[in-house]
Nanobody, 121 residues
Framework: QVQLVESGGGLVQTGGSLRLSCTASGSIFSILIMGWYRQAPGKQRELVAVITKGGVTNYADSVKGRFTISRDNAKNTVFLQMSSLEPEDTAVYYC???????????????WGQGTQVTVSS
């Protein structure tokens, strides 16, 4: 089993910055992809940004140029640096990881509990 623990959410004013962190622990052989998704009230969960083990990234158009995803493979940790935050960024942010537990197993998808980000206008 794999656990994902997020931190760094909070309340910030428009134009401010926040940094989210997520660390994976448990039975981990390799983490192929780590990423962040978000879900605003009344909306579906959507991709924010993902990063492969090799450092290839992908961002939602709405956050390009404002958010930066990075990861520390040695610590099984992914970060999301969020700048120029807007009220539309208000949501619960969920960490996601695509993990191979052992050398003989296939990959499985895991989610964190979520951390609230609120941007006030």
């Amino acid at each position: 089993q794999v656990q994902l623990v997020e931190s760094g959410g909070g309340l910030v004013q428009t134009g401010g910055s926040l940094r989210l962190s997520c660390t994976a622990s448990g039975s981990i052989f390799s983490i192929l992809i780590m990423g962040w998704y978000r879900q605003a009230p009344g909306k579906q969960r959507e991709l924010v940004a993902v990063i492969t083990k090799g450092g290839v990234t992908n961002y939602a158009d709405s956050v390009k140029g404002r958010f930066t995803i990075s990861r520390d493979n040695a610590k099984n940790t992914v970060f999301l640096q969020m700048s120029s935050l807007e009220p539309e960024d208000t949501a619960v942010y969920y960490c996601n990881a695509f993990v191979i537990a052992t050398m003989m197993s296939s990959a499985s998808n895991y989610w964190g509990q979520g951390t609230q980000v609120t941007v006030s206008s």
